[in-house]
């Protein structure tokens, strides 16, 4: 680990490689999610949950309008396209799993109407939604 003296005596460890581009990937995402929350809440949508933790997985947020719940994934990367790539067979099952664990706790159970959303963000921070991406309504 490497520190950094800022004062006499004093030092502080200072984030260096691996830990760096964790740190700058962790904020990037979290850009990414806020970005694409405000786009939805322009649209009209309230924000339920974000980053919300299932035993199933995790669901980066969960809207609601009109008596329909949206669960969104948001991928950032250079493009939208390679965005859209990065969301794998794997991860749909794992978001549609912790979906029905989410509803399994509403009045509704699992007759509550919803859909499934992917929020793709490219590198100058525009912010494409893909509405019922990978689910049916």
């Known amino acids: 680990m490497k520190f950094e003296r800022i004062s006499q005596g004093t ?43 299932g035993r199933g997985g995790e669901i980066d947020l969960i809207l609601f309008k009109d008596d329909e719940y949206a669960f969104v994934e948001v991928k950032k990367s250079q493009s939208h396209g390679r965005a859209a790539e990065r969301i794998g067979p794997r991860q749909v099952r794992r978001i549609c799993n912790a979906a029905l664990e989410y509803c399994g706790r509403l009045p509704a159970g699992l007759l509550t109407a919803m859909r499934f959303d992917a929020a793709l963000v490219d590198q100058f921070g525009r912010v494409e939604i893909l509405e019922n991406a990978f689910g049916a309504n």
């Open 11 to 53: 030092a502080v460890p200072v984030a260096t490689g691996r830990s760096q581009r964790g740190a700058v990937a962790y904020s990037s995402g979290r850009f990414a999610e806020e970005s694409v929350a405000q786009e939805y809440r322009r649209r009209g949508y309230e924000v339920m949950a974000e980053r919300w933790r």
